[in-house]
């Protein structure tokens, strides 16, 4: 009979049944010290912001940062750091774009001529791409890995959870109930799988009045406090709208932003011990 | 040789070389007269609130409105609805949920119990339970049948659209240059498969300030005609971001809404006529 990647209910003592089974190894001539998944339930919260801010942060302190950018199907990462140019490899390894102050980025943007072609690509391929991303790159020396997830429960996201070693995941969510209710899958998706939650993040949160400088609440109230407490996270950052911000980024002149916010994420990603996975969970 | 469903370099002449092979048929006690997906190349720009506040507007002119709620990793409809009891069948058909207004609902969220559970499924599942959605429904008499599309072009997208004879695609976007950048991958796709586009909805476009009443732009300027004559396509609307509707739609009384924006909509799908589509291209 063959496999049919059921391990609970199959008799069989095949290799595959071996813990971490589903875990791939990046290449030896890379080292990468943390892999950090930031998710949502949802698309749209800001996940990719919140990526690229936080990479930011971290290689201001002085880390060695990438971006594995797995949104496969709406990749915004390139884009907001600015980098255009097509990624090119040594017939080996493919080399990742290198932003101004180093972060290194692979996204699937960074290998198709056309950026508005959609990427109509089925599951199993889609999980291919992102092994290749985290095997086949020349990351070299990482300090934080971090993951731009795919946003929801689906294919990409299982896969990423399946095979990479991840060490910790960053919630992100915005203050509607309807996304809280979505952020939970995330939440109880991370805990089946096993992985270490970091905390979670509001963005969209307020946004300054021009007028009179006090805050608005597009998004209705936060509900950071409420949401970690509900699914027992730790609540780490509360992010402002910032029109002028979304003009930077747009413009590819993220690295040149100041942000405080995340000061919170950056110390618990600092703390944040190495854990043995046991992924033997699908 | 096993179907390796690649029909342009297949030479064999097998049934699923057909026109329209793909395409399922509906159940015999139902009829659906025009299947309009709502669509976007991302998620969080207000896709599902775009089908639900189209669905009321619909049935407020009196037709018979059902919506498919194929965003199974993470669908809101039923909580916009205030719908929350569980889907039941007779053995053989599925009874949608029907709201107060008398719109037909079908959810993934209305076949779990645990709403915060994540629907972890493979692609192949996930266009499954479309298909069923469609199939094995008793919609009987419909008007126009809305397909809150899940994001992105990915396996559930490509499903939809090759399974169900969709009529005509809805694009929404936001005013953010990466989110048009992105919606480029849904305009792409939905003409890739000979899909007709209605039209572009601009989603979260301004907002009244509480001070002078003057419009804020939270996310920068509208883009609207710029992304509508970029991908030429018509646009349609341009939605404010609006606190008090949130706060309704959390509460379920998105029906109690009064809502103008949508009537370009509503216009273009009444004179959207029927459409013989060659779906032969995957």
Redesign the interface.
Known sequence: MGCEHNCSSCSSNCQTKDKNSFIVETNKRNSIKKIIAVHS?????GKSFVTCMLANELAKKGYKVGILDAD???P?VP??FGVTENLVGDGELMFPAITEKGIRIVSINLLIDD??????????V?GGAIKQFYQDVLWEEIDFLLVDM?????????SVFQMLPVDGVVIVS?P???VS??V??????AK?MNINIVGLVENMAY?K????G?P?????PSKLNDVANEFSIKPLASLP?D?TL??Q??AGNIEKINYPYLDNVVNALENLGKKKLDKNLF
Chains 1, 2 share one sequence.
Do not use: H
């Open positions: 339930g949802k698309g749209g919260v496969i199907t709406g915004s884009t907001a950026k508005s072609k959609p990427v109509a690509w089925r599951g199993p889609l795919p946003p929801g429960t689906g294919d990409v996201a299982l915005t509607q109930d309807l209710m979505i939970g899958k995330a939440v109880n998706l089946m946004m009045c021009e007028c009179c006090n608005l609440y597009p998004f209705g709208i029109p979304n003009k980024i747009d």
